[in-house]
């Protein structure tokens, strides 16, 4: 068991991960549900934009992690810039009470510089593929 508030800095309605399913090197898995404190929750549901930010937070997790296994006190505190290459959201909406897998890769990486690939499913369905580049600065 991970706790997702010593990997990700972030708190509140803001922390969308609720549980780490599996991480590695390469590759982390997370899982969140959705609920009405969510950003952008609105008539039963919430924007399907969130999953960019969910993608996002997994890739936190999975360099907090990172961190962690390195020793490094920043671990979980600072938080990276990210931009979107490339978002597929393939559902407008996302019911409250979804649980939601999201997986990413690290496809290429270095100390400052990652570009991450992510997916987002509900159940057996891909509900977004999304493309992000993280930049962190180098003095922590």
């Not at 390469?26 to 924007?47: N, S």
Request: charged share 25%; net charge negative; glycine share 8%.
């Amino acid at each position: 068991m991970y706790d997702i508030e010593a990997l990700l800095p972030h708190r509140n309605s803001m922390k969308l991960v609720d549980e780490v399913v599996e991480i590695d090197e390469q590759r982390c898995v997370v899982a969140a549900t959705v609920t009405p404190a969510w950003p952008l929750f609105r008539d039963g549901g919430v924007d399907s934009i969130i999953l960019i930010e969910l993608a996002a937070q997994t890739a936190g997790v999975h360099f907090g992690w990172e961190e962690m296994r390195k020793g490094h006190a920043s671990a979980g505190k600072v938080g990276w810039l990210v931009g979107v290459k490339k978002a597929e959201l393939y559902r407008d909406m996302i019911p409250e009470k979804t649980r939601i897998t999201v997986s990413i890769e690290d496809r290429k990486s270095d100390d400052s510089y990652a570009e991450i690939v992510g997916t987002a499913v509900v159940g057996s369905e891909t509900v977004a593929e999304i493309m992000l580049q993280v930049f962190r600065p180098e003095n922590l």
